[in-house]
């Protein structure tokens, strides 16, 4: 609280004259003394007492990335033969056209059917938070929701985290050995564009990858990539397709929003390993293993752990997921590399 300022009026602080008294011989303030004149005599016993800081009783999280990269793992083990550490997958190709007339009087040759396998294994994550009971029977807030609320915000981004991780990789091994490499398109130097989106959807065509649910690719950009390509104002740009299309007043450029642009449904999100690397996708991307016995599941669950102590005074709550996640088809998945900043103005 800033000093006050002014000085004793003439009648304050006066002799006794009885039997009047100065009408400001005492007073009892709130405090602190620097916001007081010097006279008349200040105790602040009583407002140092009672005059004290309030506290907002709601309790407000960081700042939070949205959490998507778990949804486009489209692959899920539904039919297993049995539990086990890992999931294995396997593929087998189709047969060459046979486009050459038959001979009448020669029977056909056979035939080889050639296929590989991909094993995609599950480890154990979670963790957990454990109070006191002190804590609980003198904290001013309930602890308990609170520590249940971040407890259950960490496992969602930590699922994230994994599902994201694994689009990350160079390349998948096959159980045969053999492997696929990850496409990376752009380079460091390149801000997202409309021919980068042009190239990542024609690899994805011309490797006969379906599209998503609703016909379209998807596409993951950090918003220094959605600025990137939201600059862009050649006739050939975002800016001015938009524009046209969607008419001068209350398009997309007013709003911010990208959309569907060049066949690629474009999300962006500040949950990318690098503001420099989009992830466009088709289906069959991803894969994400989990156990089906009693208890386990596609979701991390809520672990609310026993009181064992002799006095019962530590209480723990945790989460714990048993799941793994791996690129599925190599060819399903194209990275962009660009710039990991904004465009600068021209």
Request: net charge negative.
């Amino acid at each position: 609280m800033p000093a006050g300022t002014g000085t004793p009026g003439s009648n304050q602080n006066g002799p006794l004259a009885a039997p009047y008294l100065s009408p400001g011989e005492i007073v009892t303030a709130a405090g602190p003394l620097s916001n007081n004149a010097p006279a008349p005599i200040v105790d602040i016993t009583l407002g140092s007492q009672f005059v004290t800081k309030a506290y907002d009783l709601a309790i407000y999280p960081a700042l939070r990335p949205e959490l998507i990269f778990d949804q486009f793992a489209t692959v899920r083990a539904t039919r297993l033969t049995h539990r086990g550490a890992s999931v294995r997958f396997s593929f087998v190709d189709d047969i060459s056209e046979q486009v050459t007339p038959l001979l009448e009087n020669i029977d056909v040759d056979s035939v080889s059917m050639s296929s590989k396998a991909l094993s995609v294994g599950m480890d154990e994550y979670g963790t957990a938070v454990t109070t006191t009971n002190l804590l609980r029977g003198t904290s001013m807030v309930p602890i308990d929701p609170l520590v249940a609320e971040r407890v259950g915000y960490n496992a969602g981004i930590s699922i994230d985290t994994l599902a994201r991780q694994a689009l990350d990789v160079a390349s998948i091994t096959y159980d045969d050995a053999s492997t696929d490499t990850i496409t990376e398109i752009g380079s460091n130097t390149d801000y997202l564009n409309s021919y980068l989106l042009q190239e990542a959807v024609a690899t994805l065509q011309s490797n006969n990858v379906r599209p998503m649910r609703g016909g379209n690719y998807v596409a993951v950009v950090s918003p220094y990539q959605a600025q990137q390509l939201k600059w862009d104002t050649t006739d050939t740009g975002w800016r001015y397709v938009t524009s046209r299309n969607e008419g001068a007043a209350g398009n997309s450029i007013f709003q911010g929003e990208i959309g569907t642009y060049e066949g690629v449904r474009i999300i962006v999100n500040n949950h990318l390993t690098s503001n420099g690397m989009a992830y466009v996708m088709g289906a069959e991307a991803l894969a994400k293993t989990y156990s089906d016995a009693p208890g386990f599941g596609p979701n991390p669950r809520v672990v609310v752990s026993p009181v064992v102590d002799k006095l019962r005074r530590f209480a723990s709550i945790g989460w714990y997921h048993l799941v793994g996640y791996s690129v599925f088809r190599a060819d399903a998945l194209i990275r962009i590399e660009t710039a990991a900043t904004l465009k600068p103005a021209a």
